[in-house]
């Protein structure tokens, strides 16, 4: 598979935001899935066989604020809850909580050449954007201060 047919892809589904220049990376690019949330594609320099689909995301300093309220048992506890709740996903993730305040975290997935096809390529976009969701609706249903209006995946 190359690079081009990688590129065909993400622009037939509509996904390809923009290539970025990375000189870690053979290809580096940003997709949109669903709108306005950003999921790098890349090809890691020196790996010819894979690829790495990566979404970080930062939490708020409002939720921030309403886990560092709670004790450290509980800040404790709600760090375990997203570490399970990630890895029900099938996917790598690394979380950055100091003092149990979950601050950051890293959700990807790696998709080897001879695995990769398209469906497996949107499929693992798909997973990687619902393990990166289940959190952000984990944080909010806990210290969230309203419920959204309108109930969908794709925030």
């Given at each position: ?70 004790s450290m048992e509980k800040r404790t506890e709600f760090i ?19 003092e149990n305040v979950l601050n950051s975290y890293l959700v ?13 390529l949107i499929s693992s976009i798909k997973n990687v954007f ?26």
């Amino acid at each position: 598979m190359s690079q081009e047919m990688i590129k065909k892809w993400l622009d037939e589904e509509g996904f390809l935001r923009m290539e970025v220049p990375d000189e870690n990376a053979r290809f580096h690019y940003v997709v949109n899935y669903p709108e306005d949330h950003v999921i790098d594609i890349i090809q890691p320099a020196g790996k010819d066989d894979m690829i790495l689909i990566a979404c970080a995301t930062s939490v708020s300093p409002e939720h921030q604020a309403g886990i560092r309220a709670l004790s450290m048992e509980k800040r404790t506890e709600f760090i375990w809850k997203v570490r399970f709740t990630l890895n029900r996903f099938g996917v790598d993730f690394q979380l950055d909580h100091p003092e149990n305040v979950l601050n950051s975290y890293l959700v990807t997935d790696e998709i080897f050449f001879d695995g990769l096809s398209k469906d497996r390529l949107i499929s693992s976009i798909k997973n990687v954007f619902r393990a990166k969701l289940q959190v952000m609706w984990m944080i909010q249903e806990r210290f969230g201060e309203e419920r959204p209006e309108h109930d969908s995946m794709y925030v």
